[in-house]
């Protein structure tokens, strides 16, 4: 039984009229470096990137991502296809140092910069990372991680080392003095972001030859054995969901002329995409350094005026909760996108009453390159739906044989199609799970299709928890407690949240009737990221388990 869209039927949600860069760039050979490239030299001077009051051109962008290249692979030696962690929050430094990476056939590993010592030391030993470009506001957890890694380089940026003086000098010495938010850390032989540059100016120019076909990053996300996995994208399967974004977004956008804030993270899937369409074509983009500082994106929100916007639903609540952000003029305002989560019918309502958009739900994963459904802009949709697939995608739904489902029956929700991973880096036991036969990718998502071919996530075949968009798988939270020499047995389950639409809830036998709600709260802060970290603590006799001793998680649900 076939399905109503796909590669091989047209998809209803492509334009006859999209400017085709990025699908002429693909058929064409190109790699993606080589795209983004060509879209600094055609723009030039135009206005790349702006964050916290400096803009830099394209051909800024070019010139500086080439003198980085250049130090990677003439003063550092490292060679095509070695792996270049990337820890940075949204500034400058990001667009420059994934440009530079690529442009020397590198590989970047984009890395969550809010990470614990123990995450990161296990993303840049999996990736086999040879450098790092880390913020120096996390230098110290970087310092504790390198041990036991191959990363023989280091690079250390400050948030304002590419901004403007003063500017420059008195947010690196008010972040390091006044606030005091730079730990103490050393780092032997690294090398301050100035310097690099500087010397990478002096060396000849690196040309980027790798193949489209080739990987080109390492996007990490949550494994159901509670180990991160990085997911091998091409540089063709990072193209090709810019290239299904145009045919979606048609002449929608005259991109040229809009302005974009990119608020979610860029080491996130989502982000990044949204930073590779706005950068092919044209498109202003300003970095959002802390979206928590709703104060400060408001601000934003008023100085730029921008066309377009996307978020998660505790960004959108976030802002529709300040009384600043409903007397803003949103005339400008064209395309509110919103993904990670599922988007809640109330919020969708508010924003629209706030500012006369709709918000449009996209569905994607990492492994996918981000976005492979997503609902219309130009009419309207049902409600609840992850909408229509995306042009050139192909999406089935199939039972656990992998055998396709009868229309209007729910499925494991399963896609194919050019932006889809290659499989799991060094993992070839989890690659061949993660595939049906056909090269069908598993997302672990239930879904059902209903009228017109719209799609409805109704669960998920794995126990992943959903924070705020962000994968948090419960097993890796469960081994983290259980090295808490006060308890027995730990796990952990997703709960709905108002705010972050699941949160963890860690339910936890005692092995030490004295161990504290606090106590514990303290181990998992200095082991898991924030939004790991459990929002409930419940202690118990005993867990519910099968005949064969596995945690019946459903029942602490």
Request: proline letters at 6%.
């Given at each position: 039984m076939t399905q109503p869209f796909g590669r091989n039927t047209p998809s209803p949600l492509a334009k006859d009229d999209f400017e085709n860069i990025a699908s002429a760039a693909i058929d064409a050979g190109q790699s993606l470096p080589q795209m983004l490239m060509e879209a600094c030299q055609r723009r030039g001077k135009q206005p790349a990137f702006t964050n916290m009051g400096r803009t830099l051109s394209y051909a800024d962008i070019d010139r500086l991502s080439a003198d980085l290249a250049a130090y990677l692979r003439g003063e550092l030696g490292l060679k095509p296809g070695e792996r270049v962690a990337v820890m940075l929050p949204n500034l400058l430094q990001f667009p420059i140092a994934v440009l530079g990476i690529l442009r020397a056939d590198l590989i970047s590993v984009l890395v969550n910069p809010?990470?614990?010592?123990?995450?990161?030391?296990?993303?840049?030993?999996?990736?086999?990372?040879?450098?790092?470009?880390?913020?120096?506001?996390?230098?110290?957890?970087?310092?504790?991680?390198l041990e036991g890694t191959?990363?023989?380089?280091?690079?250390?940026?400050?948030?304002?080392?590419?901004?403007?003086?003063?500017?420059?000098?008195?947010?690196?010495?008010?972040?390091?003095?006044?606030?005091?938010?730079?730990?103490?850390?050393?780092?032997?032989?690294?090398?301050?972001?100035?310097?690099?540059?500087?010397?990478?100016?002096?060396?000849?120019?690196?040309?980027?030859?790798?193949?489209?076909?080739?990987?080109?990053?390492?996007?990490?996300?949550?494994?159901t054995t509670g180990v991160s996995k990085g997911a091998a994208l091409s540089h063709v399967a990072l193209m090709a969901n810019v290239a299904a974004c145009e045919q979606w977004l048609g002449r929608a956008l005259d991109p040229s002329k809009e302005i974009g804030l990119i608020c979610l993270p860029l080491y996130h899937i989502a982000a990044f995409t949204n930073m590779m369409y706005a950068w092919t074509h044209g498109l202003h983009g300003v970095l959002i350094t802390n979206p928590r500082d709703i104060p400060g994106l408001v601000a934003s929100f008023r100085q730029y005026q921008p066309s377009i916007f996307s978020g998660v639903n505790t960004l959108y609540d976030a802002l529709l909760n300040s009384p600043e952000f409903a007397a803003l003029d949103f005339s400008s305002l064209k395309l509110c996108i919103q993904g990670g989560t599922a988007l809640r019918r109330a919020t969708a309502e508010?924003?629209?009453?706030?500012?006369?958009?709709?918000?449009?739900?996209?569905?994607?994963?990492?492994?996918?390159?981000?976005?492979?459904?997503?609902?219309?802009?130009?009419?309207?949709?049902?409600?609840?739906?992850?909408?229509?697939?995306?042009?050139?995608?192909?999406?089935?739904?199939?039972?656990?044989?992998?055998?396709?489902?009868?229309?209007?029956?729910?499925?494991?929700?399963?896609?194919?199609?050019?932006?889809?991973?290659?499989?799991?880096?060094?993992?070839?036991?989890?690659?061949?799970?993660?595939?049906?036969?056909?090269?069908?990718?598993?997302?672990?998502?239930?879904?059902?299709?209903?009228?017109?071919?719209?799609?409805?996530?109704?669960?998920?075949?794995?126990?992943?928890?959903?924070?705020?968009?962000?994968?948090?798988?419960?097993?890796?939270?469960?081994?983290?407690?259980?090295?808490?020499?006060?308890?027995?047995?730990?796990?952990?389950?997703?709960?709905?949240?108002?705010?972050?639409?699941?949160?963890?809830?860690?339910?936890?036998?005692?092995?030490?009737?004295?161990?504290?709600?606090?106590?514990?709260?303290?181990?998992?802060?200095?082991m898991l990221t924030g939004y790991k970290q459990p929002k409930r603590i419940e202690f118990r006799d005993s867990l519910p388990k099968t005949p064969v001793g596995k945690i019946l998680r459903r029942e602490l649900r």
């Open positions: 809010l990470y614990t010592a123990r995450e990161l030391r296990h993303q840049l030993k999996d990736s086999g990372a040879s450098a790092l470009i880390v913020i120096e506001n996390f230098g110290a957890v970087a310092a504790e991680a191959g990363v023989k380089h280091v690079i250390t940026t400050r948030v304002g080392d590419l901004l403007s003086c003063p500017k420059s000098t008195v947010v690196n010495f008010t972040l390091k003095y006044v606030k005091k938010l730079i730990p103490e850390f050393s780092i032997p032989g690294a090398v301050r972001w100035s310097e690099a540059l500087s010397h990478g100016a002096n060396q000849p120019r690196v040309t980027a030859q790798a193949a489209a076909t080739e990987v080109a990053q390492l996007q990490y996300t949550g494994g508010r924003w629209k009453q706030v500012t006369g958009r709709e918000v449009v739900e996209m569905y994607g994963l990492s492994e996918t390159s981000a976005g492979i459904t997503v609902n219309r802009w130009d009419a309207p949709n049902p409600v609840g739906s992850i909408g229509l697939p995306l042009p050139d995608v192909d999406i089935s739904l199939r039972d656990e044989q992998g055998e396709v489902v009868p229309i209007g029956e729910p499925g494991e929700l399963c896609v194919r199609g050019p932006q889809v991973t290659s499989g799991y880096w060094q993992r070839p036991e989890e690659t061949r799970d993660a595939f049906f036969e056909g090269g069908w990718f598993r997302t672990g998502d239930i879904a059902k299709r209903g009228e017109g071919g719209y799609l409805f996530l109704l669960d998920r075949r794995k126990d992943m928890i959903l924070v705020s968009g962000f994968n948090v798988f419960p097993n890796e939270i469960e081994d983290v407690v259980a090295m808490h020499p006060g308890v027995l047995e730990a796990a952990a389950v997703g709960i709905p949240d108002d705010k972050t639409g699941e949160a963890v809830k860690l339910v936890v036998v005692r092995k030490d009737p004295a161990l504290t709600e606090e106590a514990l709260r303290a181990h998992c802060r200095d």
